[in-house]
């Protein structure tokens, strides 16, 4: 149940994020999502890091939604800061290229729909991340697409399979 409420706001606040970035959501109003998804996802991280019954693999867990967490947690504060985000940009590369070897780990083992759902995702996070990069540090005009694309998997990689989970139509 944690990953689909995790899901459904980290949906929301790509979604958010991708109409930010075409200019329908103002500066500092675009902080709160960040804030509160940023917020959530630590808190579940910590929850599986430091929880009953915490493990190898909830601990694996819970590193890799901290790279969610504190890329939500910096935009939000670049937007309140007025930083120029390249501090970010760095970190989404370093997300980027953490999130591929996930990508295929994750593909190589797939045996079901949800496996294979889940090892997409994270390759597709993965060019998401790397845009941000592309974006904030190397200043390439890709603002657009990169919108396009955070709206995109905000609704399949986020909100619309954390509904069926929280729903119990799938899990």
């Not at 998804?37 to 901290?66: P, R």
């Amino acid at each position: 149940m944690l990953l689909g409420l995790s899901l459904f706001y980290v949906g929301a606040v790509l979604i958010l994020n991708g109409l930010w970035m075409l200019g329908r959501i103002g500066e500092r109003e675009i902080a709160v999502i960040n804030l509160f998804t940023g917020g959530l996802t630590l808190l579940v991280s910590l929850k599986l890091a430091l929880g009953e019954g915490a493990d190898a693999e909830s601990i694996k867990a819970a590193a890799l939604s901290l790279l969610f967490s504190l890329t939500y947690l910096w935009f939000a504060f670049n937007r309140l800061s007025a930083a120029d985000g390249r501090g970010l940009g760095w970190f989404s590369l370093f997300v980027a290229i953490t999130a591929v070897p996930v990508a295929i780990d994750t593909l190589s083992t797939a045996s079901t729909l949800w496996g294979w759902w889940s090892g997409l995702s994270w390759a597709a996070w993965a060019l998401l991340w790397l845009l941000f990069f592309v974006m904030l540090v190397l200043n390439k005009p890709v603002v657009r697409f990169t919108a396009a694309m955070a709206i995109a998997q905000g609704v399949f990689t986020g909100w619309l399979p954390g509904y069926l989970l929280l729903t119990g139509a799938i899990g």
